[in-house]
Nanobody
């Protein structure tokens, strides 16, 4: 079992920054992939970013490349999503997810078997 708890969401003006945190507890494996997704009202869940728990390459949606950064702190068992230059279209509920068996398709939400409860990000214009 893996538990994921997100925090750090809030209201920010366009151009501002937020850092989301995902506290990870339970059993993870070296091949675990950690991802961030988001979902706005009336829209489908959308991939944002992903990286291997053990390090290595990262993946980003085109819409956030150059603005968002996914990182981890092994000592704190926490994954972060640093969001800079926020835009109103970034407004959504953001979810942390874990694919404990790894994934060749980190952009696909079906690859993930554990999800957090979500944290709301609202960007005002």
């Amino acid at each position: 079992q893996v538990q994921l708890v997100e925090s750090g969401g809030g209201l920010v003006q366009a151009g501002g920054s937020l850092r989301l945190s995902c506290a990870v507890s339970g059993r993870t494996f070296s091949r675990t992939v950690m991802g961030w997704f988001r979902q706005a009202p009336g829209k489908e869940r959308e991939f944002v970013a992903a990286r291997s728990w053990s390090g290595g390459s990262t993946n980003y949606a085109d819409s956030v490349k150059g603005r968002f950064t996914i990182s981890r702190d092994n000592a704190k068992n926490t994954v972060y999503l640093q969001m800079n230059s926020l835009k109103p279209e970034d407004t959504a509920a953001y979810y942390c997810a874990a694919a404990t068996f790894g994934s060749s398709w980190p952009e696909d939400y079906k690859s993930y078997n554990y999800w957090g409860q979500g944290t709301q990000v609202t960007v005002s214009s």
